[in-house]
């Protein structure tokens, strides 16, 4: 009986889990569309408006997308190691780290070089960004020294965790704001008095803004909901009491 309900809760969690993943892909495709159709695209510092598109293409591909996949890797892989599930999990945050830092320097180039120069961290939107920023850092450096290299002692990784979770959590609803106050200060910057006007580009910018709160929110419960935890495998089991009897 309790096999049947695991097999469907593992279900459930995958079908769940299929559509939410494809709101996030059609988000990215969205983003991505509008860029290349609504704001011509992308460059470097050639052509600091362009470069300035890379900024909300990295923040919601590294913030929302890369770091719902990592918090989620140890339930959508539930039945994989964990040491292999710790390294995916890290390696998706690296890699969300490192897309996150070349968005960030997209726009502070695209202020840097407009002419006349833009100031920089004024807005609500920047500031939340970067918070988010520094506290995903400190979070992915204690995580890493923590649960991966060097480690620590198992008692002391049973006391982080926790705070691990909760942290994480919070700075992945901190990405969302930062991705909603962004696409909110941007449609207001572009398109200004057409905003109200219904214009299509306004229905691009309101659309993304839906598919990220619907997003967010799916993947919060995903993560949340105790009944999708990973389940320690027999292997681990046996593992964990041998080294309880030593």
């Known amino acids: 009986m309790e096999a049947r309900v695991g097999h469907q809760k593992t279900k459930l ?19 991505l569309f509008w860029l ?11 052509d600091p408006k362009k470069q300035f598109n890379w900024h909300p293409f990295m923040m919601v591909l590294s913030m929302v997308f890369l770091y719902s996949q990592a918090i989620l890797i140890y339930r959508t892989g539930r039945y994989m190691s964990k040491k292999k599930l710790k390294l995916l999990h890290a390696g998706i945050h690296l890699l969300a780290f ?12 695209s202020h840097n070089l407009a002419t006349p120069p833009i100031p920089n961290l004024y807005s ?14 400190i ?9 991966l290299y060097p480690g620590l002692s198992s008692s002391m990784r049973k006391t982080m965790m926790p705070v691990h979770i909760v942290f994480g959590t919070i700075t992945f609803i901190m990405g969302l704001i930062s991705v909603m106050t962004g696409l909110t200060e941007k449609a207001l910057f572009t398109l ?27 993947v919060l419960y995903l993560v949340t909901d105790l009944s999708y935890k990973r389940q320690t495998l027999p292997e681990e089991e046996i593992i964990l009491i041998g080294r309880n009897n030593e």
């Open 36 to 46: 290349m159709y609504y704001r011509d695209g992308f460059s470097w510092q050639a």
């Open 192 to 218: 200004s008095n057409d905003y109200s006007r219904f214009i299509p580009e306004a229905f691009v910018f309101n659309f993304m803004g839906l598919i990220t709160t619907f997003y967010g929110l799916l």
């Open 98 to 109: 490192i897309l996150s830092v070349i968005g960030l320097k997209a726009v502070f180039d």
């Open 124 to 137: 609500l939107h920047s500031w939340i960004g970067l918070l988010t920023v520094i506290i995903y850092t």
């Open 139 to 147: 979070q992915f450096l204690a995580g890493f020294i923590s649960f």
């Open 13 to 31: 969690y995958n079908s769940l889990y299929v559509f939410t993943s494809s709101l996030g892909i059609g988000l990215i495709v969205l983003l």
